[in-house]
């Protein structure tokens, strides 16, 4: 099997299961115990923390690890909306965000918080001035994705940022690096202009179940889960300390090699889109700033997932929407907000590449597609009559 799945989850680095399957043979203690197990395994989660800061450029008591990033997600707009006391305010976001985010604003609207969600462009970007438009003074946060998880349109958070700064300097600042972390030039997050930043490991090729939230400094959240008072009182638990060491492994390597990887992917997805572009009735998302790692067409008439289990069917397995709401028959809700009508936001598939993939590898998927389709035309067309 040709696994194009990266954006789902990816399989963890060899050096990632060495190291958390040693932690877990021989460092179990819990960090909170008094005895030398307790310590030494305190001593290598503070070491974890101290490396992971140093690769995001921020400080090690500003990172609060989490079970992955729909906690770090929930955590950064529960928290920071909750934070005054106060169950009311207004949050600016936009429709295009994963699950973890908008269901958390579509809970805080439940509870008296008044929420905005601005639309992309047809080009999958949301762009500046509707950002712009959509804040009011009594905006108190703004949570907004780096990368989108199913058509990898690079948002402009950075100058979203800067203008909420100037303009509205109490916001809180939410960004979701989820799927941009390790593909496109990393955030400056040591400048301070974002407040808070969720991370996952298992889409870098580290393990499943472990994520951070970088908090800056003096930034004020509720925390969601109370009891022993674990990271700095954010996030109650027992720390996964394997888990939390396999991921600050992976964010390394991830980091170390983003500048080759995204020259590779880049060249990789053009490729793959100039095999594909001319298969018929095949629309290939016109993405305005695409991640190198994500391709995404539609195929209207035809039903994704068919597509996709033919394609499985000759070895490869691709996404149709987001792994997270891909069981659910419903045309997709960040399809539909950029104009895509229901037939074409139903029939989504999302390609999204790993660092083994090779030339022929692209060469041999293009082929497949193009001859599953195909064949596939006729008695879809008669199907759905
Ligand atoms: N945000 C984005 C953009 C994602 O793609 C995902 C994973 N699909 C998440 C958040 C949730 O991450 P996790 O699986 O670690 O909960």
């Known amino acids: 099997m040709k696994y194009f799945d990266y954006a789902a989850t990816t399989p963890p680095y060899p050096e990632v299961v060495r190291v958390m399957s040693d932690m877990m043979q021989q460092h179990y ?87 905005s969600y601005v639309n992309p462009e047809p080009d999958g970007t949301v762009s500046l001035e509707r950002i712009q438009q959509a804040f009011r003074p009594d905006t108190i946060l703004f949570s907004m994705m780096h990368v989108n998880n199913e058509t990898g349109a690079i948002q402009p958070v950075e100058a979203a940022a800067r203008w909420i700064r100037q303009h509205y300097p109490r916001a809180v600042i939410h960004v979701d690096g989820v799927q941009a972390f390790g593909k496109i030039a990393a955030l400056p997050l040591h400048t301070g202009i974002i407040d808070l930043y969720s991370l996952s490991a298992h889409k870098l090729r580290g393990p499943r179940g472990t ?15 109370a009891g022993g008072g674990q990271e700095q009182g954010y996030r109650s638990g027992t720390e996964h300390v394997a888990g939390i060491a396999g991921m600050t492994k992976a964010l390394r390597l991830a980091a170390e090699r983003q500048p080759q990887q995204q020259q590779h992917w880049s060249a990789q997805s053009d490729e793959l889109r100039s095999h594909i572009a001319d298969i018929p009735g095949l629309i290939l998302t016109d993405v305005a700033y695409p991640a190198p790692h994500i391709v995404h067409f539609t195929y209207p008439g035809m039903k994704a997932e068919v597509v996709l289990h033919s394609l499985e069917q000759q070895g490869y397995l691709v996404s149709t929407q987001s792994a997270c709401s891909s069981r659910r028959a419903q045309p997709s809700r960040v399809l539909l907000s950029m104009g895509m009508n229901p037939e074409q936001a139903t029939g989504g598939i999302r390609i999204s590449l790993g660092d083994e993939h090779t030339a022929q590898d692209i060469q041999q998927l293009a082929a497949a597609l193009k001859q599953v389709v195909t064949a596939l035309r006729p008695l879809e067309r008669r199907s759905i009559q």
């Open 29 to 115: 203690g819990n960090p909170s115990s008094l005895h030398r197990y307790g310590e030494e395994a305190d001593r290598l989660l503070r070491r974890a923390r101290e490396v992971s800061a140093g690769i995001l450029g921020v400080q090690p008591q500003e990172l609060i690890f989490t079970s992955g990033a729909t906690e770090s997600n929930n955590l950064a707009i529960k928290g920071a909306a909750m934070r005054r006391g106060r169950m009311q305010g207004h949050i600016v976001t936009t429709s295009i965000e994963h699950a973890s985010v908008y269901e958390s604003c579509r809970q805080l609207e439940q509870i008296g918080f008044d929420v």
């Open 211 to 225: 994520g951070l939230l970088y908090a800056r400094q003096g930034t004020e959240l509720f925390p969601l889960l």
